[in-house]
């Protein structure tokens, strides 16, 4: 049995525990709640309805921590398994869909074995440009211009044959997305409105996209630690989450600038899960105006409707994006059902991780979602260069060959009680070349040459090891 199977199988198991007991489960992340900072749609030119279970604070542009209080009554839930130590597929910055090859698509598959599920329905997770009947909607009406693109059409009649009480997948309302709302506020409470979606609907399958709002106010951990949540809890229902990147914020430059930071966690947690992702960014980018309404937040729409996929209508956000996401639920649903996996030849990590043959950073982007209790060598217990800290317990190691001048920024985010810090280290790859270290985030003006990371894993007080699955992106800029 293959490692992506016993994973998705574990899930499984993990979900009809949570069935069985009652309970829901999060991540241990710093940050919750929601903050009413979204507008208008300007696609539509309707106000989204904000949800009466919303929670309102202030809008001031602070990352000030938890905002509704309390312990984590989820804290402590299991990881969904190690990833395989090499060979990963990655998912290049080129593509505006992730590759699904013949073992992603074995996981897709076992992932939709784990749990009663319904494959006609497709869930919305998300803020108020997921909950816009500009996106998705339209797929129920007749007003549907696929443009020479005929292999879309048994998805879309595949998902207008499912009901959720009646409703229509592509219309109803889902109690996951709403106006306003950041990562966090799709998980806070109990049960959490995404464990009130996956119990109404039953999902196949789920458009995750959050990031608009967290942005503006989010910490980057906080919404790494929530995002990984949705996305398992999603997995451990039997719905395969669509994750995708988000669209400019060209209402405010101090916003945009951490938009590419946080699609890319996007993108490392869909890749660390093997699961699909769509690059909207990108697709955005050449549009005029960013294909972005009159706010400059939320994506416009073609008047003729946003299912136009000709050239015109592909000129406006919501028409990409109903296009990007409708052509990511037909290549899982088809892989699910049976059918060979599209993609071949892909870009793969190399390396093992260890100090005699690290992993290779490779792009601009570059994201990498590990656990070092399950990989990693305990060589350097310190780093003298920079610390005194004891990192006595695994360590995880990266190779980067730098080809021109550039700012090596590099993050990594620990889940629930992982404690592990990120470490620079010059062309020697030794503790005593260490360059900078923090628990979060380095960053470092470059000259070409090779540099190493490493993920270190913090030994405490009590000489516990911290280890636990963590996320690493780093950014050539």
Avoid: K
Wanted: glycine share 12%; net charge negative; charged share 20%.
């Amino acid at each position: 049995m293959s490692a992506r199977v016993q994973r998705a199988l574990a899930l499984g198991l993990i979900a009809s525990l949570f069935a069985m007991t009652g309970c829901d489960t999060a991540l241990g992340g710093r940050d919750c709640g929601t903050r009413a900072c979204e507008v208008a749609d300007a696609g539509t030119g309707e106000r989204d309805a904000p949800r009466t279970d919303a929670m309102a604070i202030d809008a001031s542009g602070s990352d000030a921590g938890p905002v509704d209080g309390g312990a984590d009554p989820d804290a402590g839930m299991p990881d969904a398994g190690p990833p395989p130590p090499t060979g990963r597929v990655l998912y290049p910055t080129s593509r505006l869909h992730s590759p699904i090859t013949s073992d992603v698509a074995e996981g897709l598959a076992a992932i939709a074995a784990t749990a009663a599920r319904d494959d006609h329905v497709v869930s919305r997770v998300g803020d108020s440009i997921t909950v816009s009947t500009s996106f998705l909607n339209c797929f129920a009406g007749s007003n549907v211009m696929l443009d020479g693109r005929s292999e879309l059409a048994p998805t879309i009649d595949h998902f207008n044959a499912g009901r959720v009480a009646g409703a229509n997948p592509f219309t109803r309302v889902s109690q996951a997305a709403t106006v306003g709302w950041s990562a966090s506020a799709a998980l806070a409470g109990s049960p959490a409105p995404v464990d009130q979606e996956i119990a109404a609907a039953h999902p196949g399958y789920a458009s995750l996209m959050f990031g608009s709002n967290d942005v503006g106010f989010r910490a980057p951990d906080a919404f790494a630690s929530n995002m990984l949540d949705l996305t398992d809890r999603l997995i451990a229902a039997g719905a395969i989450p669509v994750l995708s990147s988000i669209p400019p914020r060209d209402d405010s430059a101090a916003a945009d600038a951490r938009v590419p930071l946080f699609s890319a966690i996007a993108r490392g947690i869909a890749q660390g899960r093997g699961v699909p992702f769509v690059d909207l960014h990108q697709a955005l980018l050449p549009l005029a105006n960013h294909g972005l309404g009159g706010d400059n937040l939320h994506p416009n729409v073609y008047s003729g409707g946003g299912c136009v996929f000709n050239a015109t209508g592909l000129g406006y956000g919501y028409d990409q994006r109903n296009l990007l996401v409708i052509t990511a639920l037909d290549r899982a649903r088809r892989v699910v059902g049976g059918e060979a996996a599209p993609d071949d030849v892909v870009p793969r990590m190399t390396g093992m991780g260890t100090v005699a043959s690290p992993f290779e950073v490779t792009g601009d982007v570059f994201t990498d979602l590990r656990n070092t209790s399950t990989i990693g060598t305990s060589s350097w217990p310190s780093y003298p260069a920079c610390s005194t800290a004891n990192e006595g317990g695994p360590e995880v190691v990266y190779r980067l060959v730098l080809d021109r001048l550039a700012t090596i920024h590099a993050w990594v985010f620990g889940r629930g009680t992982t404690d592990v810090d990120v470490h620079l280290l010059d062309a020697r790859g030794t503790p005593d070349g260490c360059l900078m270290r923090n628990d979060v985030e380095v960053a470092l003006a470059a000259a070409p040459g090779t540099y190493y990371l490493s993920v270190d894993s913090f030994v405490d007080g009590a000489g516990t090891a911290r280890v636990g699955e963590y996320l690493l992106v780093v950014l050539l800029e």
